[in-house]
């Protein structure tokens, strides 16, 4: 069994700013936490932060004790609606590791946590240090204590703090590694081996994004599209054949195949499904350090989306417009990266697409009789508008997603400002220009931000569509 804790970038500064107000001592908050609980993993994702007020503490610089006061109101919620608890705590001394005081405090708080819920569903605890790293343990019902493997923050930055990182010299003596590591380091590098990397949609901005993901040394990809390799498909996905037009290959199996006969370290899933057909692919999506959104349409993106926010997972949708005549002219060529984070902004709040094509979508695919009846007097306008789209175009956005998320992920971010102000990435080929646009910038989706890190929920992420799978 593995153990996943999870932050979105909010409540992370919301907890950092609290446990660290400058004077030196310890202090408190407890989060209410969602759950995810998977085949082999338990996820515990922050969804509620409740900051313990400092006079109603005893501090010291290495000892807190408190009124758990606060606390009374969410152990109903816990017993109402299955969540967890995490108590998590500063060291302003930096100690990075649990003391035998942290363990007697645990023990008392979780044997009142547990009496009063009827669930034997494990709870949390967690310390922050002052650079913002966070490390932490599940404790069960009966006060075991067992490390996190991960704990991970998706904000601005994209921070995960791996309870083992593991030794990569044996593995990098052939050279394969040896210019990335030269550009981003030992830790990037070594960080970006045990990342778990989900691409939805194989096809234009989909290929170059897992070629350069594989290539960059991603421990596991899993790669989702549910269409077969077409003639038109040939002059855009990178290492695709003729053979597989004839053979009607899936595009993620024919990737998967193409990446294995690489025979680098990489392993590689396909999912040939659309993801409204497969629960299987959306839990694995779950289980993902990073998203990457390659698909045209709404319903796909805010699918997407809704993953990323109820399970706390940085998303980078990648889109790009390219409008022609027909006869050799180019009317313009534009393209974006979006970078989502939970519960901030979300594509809908961008005005990414709007609600009316969303609700269109979805009629064409639960009833497209009715679609097309609608289609006919009408009421339904600008769908299923294909584009053209070449290779160039598409591999130029898709490497500035791929830098943009090694920025996010590296210890001190390589471009000048900050990863907040690379939110959206927009290029206009045409008009030679790219236009960057600040996280601060966006409405956030107050909606969505309700959803922000529940995980599991009945319907699935509020969809009953998915509820049949």
């Not at 035998?100 to 967690?126: C, K, L, P, R």
């Not at 392993?267 to 350090?289: G, M, N, Q, T």
């Not at 990323?308 to 393209?335: E, R, T, W």
């Amino acid at each position: 069994m593995t153990y996943e804790l999870r932050f979105p970038g909010k409540f992370h500064e919301q907890l950092r700013q609290h446990l660290f107000p400058g004077d030196g001592l310890e202090a408190v908050a407890v989060v209410l936490c969602g759950r995810h609980e998977g085949e082999g993993c338990s996820i515990l994702l922050a969804h509620q932060v409740v900051l313990i007020p400092y006079e109603e503490c005893d501090r010291t610089p290495d000892r807190i004790t408190w009124s758990t006061k606060r606390v009374l109101p969410l152990l109903e919620e816990v017993e109402k609606r299955k969540f967890a608890l995490l108590k998590i705590h500063s060291h302003p001394g930096g100690y990075n590791r649990f003391s035998h005081i942290d363990d007697a405090s645990d023990d008392e708080f979780f044997s009142t946590v547990y009496s009063w819920s009827e669930t034997d569903q494990v709870h949390g605890s967690a310390i922050m240090l002052p650079d913002g790293k966070v490390f932490g343990r599940i404790v069960t019902h009966d006060l075991q204590k067992i490390p996190f493997d991960t704990v991970s923050m998706a904000g601005d930055q994209i921070r995960i703090w791996r309870s083992t990182n593991g030794s990569s010299a044996e593995a990098d003596r052939d050279g394969f590694s040896l210019r990335n590591r030269q550009v981003f380091g030992e830790a990037t590098h070594a960080l970006v081996k045990t990342l778990r990397v989900g691409v939805v949609g194989c096809s234009g901005t989909g290929s170059p994004t897992i070629e350069q993901l594989f290539r960059l040394g991603v421990g596991e990809l899993v790669l989702v599209d549910p269409k077969p390799v077409e003639d038109k498909n040939l002059n855009r996905i990178i290492q695709s054949r003729k053979e597989d037009v004839r053979q009607r290959m899936n595009k993620s199996d024919m990737l998967k195949a193409a990446i294995e006969g690489v025979e680098l370290a990489t392993r590689v899933y396909s999912y040939p499904v659309s993801l409204f057909d497969s629960k299987e692919a959306l839990l694995h999506l779950i289980r993902c350090d990073v998203l990457f959104g390659c698909v045209d349409s709404a319903e796909g993106r805010h699918l997407l989306g809704l993953l990323a926010n109820f399970y706390l997972i940085p998303y980078f949708d990648l889109g790009v417009q390219l409008n022609a005549d027909g006869k050799g002219g180019i009317d313009s060529i534009s393209a974006v990266v979006h970078y989502i984070q939970p519960g901030m902004s979300s594509l809908l709040s961008r005005n990414a697409y709007s609600a009316e094509l969303l609700e269109a979508e979805g009629l064409a695919r639960r009833s497209p009789e009715e679609y097309q009846e609608r289609l006919k007097v009408g009421y339904i306008r600008n769908t299923n508008v294909e584009r053209p789209a070449v290779l160039p175009v598409n591999m130029l956005i898709s490497s500035m997603s791929v830098i943009d998320s090694l920025n996010r992920l590296h210890d001190t971010p390589f471009k000048e400002d900050s990863p907040g102000d690379y939110a959206r990435m927009l290029m206009d080929y045409a008009a030679n220009c790219i236009e960057n646009r600040a996280e601060k910038k966006f409405p956030v989706d107050e909606l969505a931000s309700r959803f922000t890190g529940r995980g599991d929920y009945k319907p699935f992420l509020r969809m009953p569509d998915l509820d049949r799978l």
